[in-house]
């Protein structure tokens, strides 16, 4: 029982010397509706490792946004990229999605946490500064839907 202890202490010193060291990324950004949050483990690219992304989704006071098959009516949650020439998107994993019948119409969404992943590969050969982009957009709903992005 001490091992597992000390391994969650271990493991905690080093995710937090980890984030201190300057080396993730996070980026977030909050509605009254939902909030979303891009994690990386890198602020840079290294040519010869991928970048890993994942994309956080809390929602808040009984919102929900829908999954890539929103069901009956609703529209998917996306994150679209916009890379530099030679990188390539990775498979992308998104969180077991619920299921919403109301009135007899059918919805699959997410109504308090959901999680996007996916790697990016850059090019072997990159260097220097290298741009890219990615839209988050998803359709919160509760008693109206609105759509927001970031």
Known sequence: MKFKNYLFLALLFFTLSYAEDGKAFMQHYETDKVKATLLTGFDEINP?????????????????????NPGDIGIPTTVEWQLPAWF???PVEWSRFQRFETEGIVQYGYDKVAYYRTSIKPYHAAIGR????????????????????F
């Not at 010869?48 to 829908?66: A, C, P, S, T, Y």
């Not at 290298?130 to 992005?149: M, T």
């Open 48 to 68: 010869r490792q991928n970048l890993d992304v994942i994309v956080k989704f809390e929602m808040k006071n009984g919102w929900h946004i829908f999954a890539q």
């Open 88 to 90: 390539e998107l990775g």
């Open 130 to 149: 290298l741009n890219f982009r990615g839209q988050v957009s998803w359709l919160a709903c509760k008693d109206e839907c609105i759509p927001e992005k």
